[in-house]
């Protein structure tokens, strides 16, 4: 039996709204949705209501979605799945950027989207079922891991990862100066069966090399030259 879960829609296209509840009620009859057009009452939603998840879409009547993103992930670790009709990368980077979990292009298919559901929230059970496992924290020049609290910094000054970042450079790192191929960090994020899956794992790795070496001064993430893997290399 599918886990009782807290759903949060903001979305403005009613055709849209009904579709989702239509394949929850039928696939997930245990998850509660709840549902607002309007960004700034999906943000107040968000503050009182003990969510799951949140399904955003960017295009709202009242605001911007990458502005109710930010607003959510000053004060929430809730995860968040981004549904947009702009595909082009740049909006998926600056989604990963703000905290988004994923993001979904429109069209999508229900079964897709409720795959992408099942595998963030795998990801965030993951997270909070190890945090505290691993040993001491990673540590090379400026660069600070710590795999008990799932803190990053660089000079102490922290980064702001999505889960999904976190877990790609923890994989790095724990295997560091090791090739790790694209399939292998694919299935430490769930994410093996659709056709953008690796498309989604080059845009968070293009988005950790820019957070961490325009800070470190230098290249510490490589792609291998058949372009199969990634290793996290120190200096």
């Given at each position: 039996m599918e886990e009782r879960l807290k759903v949060l829609l903001i979305e403005d296209d009613s055709a849209i709204v009904e579709s989702v509840i239509a394949v929850f009620g039928l696939r997930w009859p245990q998850a509660n949705l709840i549902s607002t057009m309007y960004g700034e009452k999906g943000i107040e939603l968000a503050k009182t209501e003990s969510l799951d998840i949140i399904i955003l879409d960017l295009g709202l009547p009242d605001t911007d979605g990458f502005q109710v993103l930010r607003q959510i992930r000053s004060f929430s670790n809730v995860p968040v799945v981004i549904l947009t009709v702009v595909g082009e990368e740049i909006n998926k980077i600056r989604g990963l950027e703000l905290g988004a979990d994923d993001y979904i292009v429109k069209p999508f298919s229900p079964g897709e989207l409720l795959a992408r559901i099942r595998a963030v929230l795998r990801r965030s059970h993951a997270d909070?079922?190890?945090?505290g496992a691993m040993g001491k924290p990673f540590i090379r020049?400026?660069?600070?891991m710590d795999f008990k609290s799932q803190?990053?910094?660089i000079d102490d000054e922290p980064l702001k990862l999505s889960p999904t970042q976190y877990e790609i450079l923890?994989?790095?790192?724990?295997?560091?100066?090791?090739?790790?191929s694209k399939q292998i960090l694919l299935q430490k994020i769930g994410r093996v069966k659709q056709a953008t899956d690796t498309e989604y794992l080059n845009v968070n790795i293009k988005r950790l090399k820019q957070m961490i070496e325009m800070k470190i001064g230098h290249t510490v993430i490589f792609m291998e030259e058949d372009g199969e893997g990634?290793?996290?290399?120190?200096?």
């Open positions: 909070n079922a190890t945090s020049g400026k660069l600070r803190e990053v910094s923890q994989e790095l790192v724990t295997n560091e100066n090791k090739v790790v990634y290793k996290f290399v120190s200096r």
